[in-house]
């Protein structure tokens, strides 16, 4: 570990020795690994998102998302949600803080995704962030998120009919409270959402495809989803 002590942000961009300080995160104590995140820290922005240092990052919030330069690691990561939340590696670190991050760096990953809910929800790495935060999310954060999704008219049938949209409507079904809301607007609009590819596997999904009348339709789909 000490060799690599002044180089770990070279070492974090290859493809080799991110390997070596993955291991070092993993099999050291906190006191021996601190060295990696205290020297990543001010180009955790540039690590998040190299397809090799984005690994070490996540395998920092694994292990030590409590100790005080992890955090201090990640909180200036967040400076820039909009900008991880679109990126091909940097949404992963983010996911990786909503599943063992701090609850204060949690709830600013959940702040940042209400900024624009809608263009997140429709994109191939944004989405991905957001459905974990609705899986994975405190309960009011669940539900602050499903209702500012719903908060627009017509977005959730919009979402079903769309590649990455659909996983989100998903996730909002499993929401309580919510899901209930939120498949009233899918079998009102079943006629349109069988004429679509997504919106046709989704109403599958949900046994609401056979063309039932709305009430009937809302009860069958709650019962697939146990009730909710």
């Not at 001010?42 to 070490?56: C, Y």
């Not at 769309?162 to 079904?173: E, Q, S, T």
Request: with cysteine; hydrophobic share 50%.
């Amino acid at each position: 570990a000490g060799a690599l002590r002044g180089s770990v942000v070279a070492a974090a961009r290859s493809p080799h020795a991110q390997q070596v300080l993955q291991a070092i995160v993993h099999h050291l104590g906190t006191e021996d690994a601190a060295f990696v995140a205290q020297e990543l820290e001010p180009h955790a922005r540039a690590v998040a998102q190299s397809g090799t240092g984005f690994s070490v990052l996540v395998r920092l919030v694994e292990f030590f998302a409590d100790d005080a330069r992890t955090a201090a690691l990640v909180d200036r990561l967040l400076d820039d949600l909009p900008g991880l939340f679109c990126h091909k590696f940097g949404h992963r670190v983010v996911e990786s803080v909503l599943s063992g991050g701090l609850p204060r760096q949690r709830a600013r990953v959940v702040e940042g995704l209400l900024g624009d809910l809608q263009r997140f929800a429709r994109h191939r790495f944004a989405s991905r962030v957001l459905e974990s935060a609705l899986l994975q999310g405190s309960e009011a954060e669940q539900a602050q998120l499903a209702l500012g999704l719903m908060g627009q008219a017509g977005a959730v049938v919009s979402l079903a009919t769309h590649a990455f949209g659909v996983n989100i409507v998903r996730a909002v079904l499993g929401v309580p409270g919510v899901s209930a809301r939120a498949l009233q607007y899918l079998a009102k609009a079943q006629h349109r959402l069988r004429k679509d590819r997504y919106g046709l596997e989704l109403l599958q999904e949900l046994g609401m495809a056979a063309g039932r009348d709305g009430a009937h339709a809302v009860v069958e789909a709650a019962g697939a989803l146990g009730g909710a």
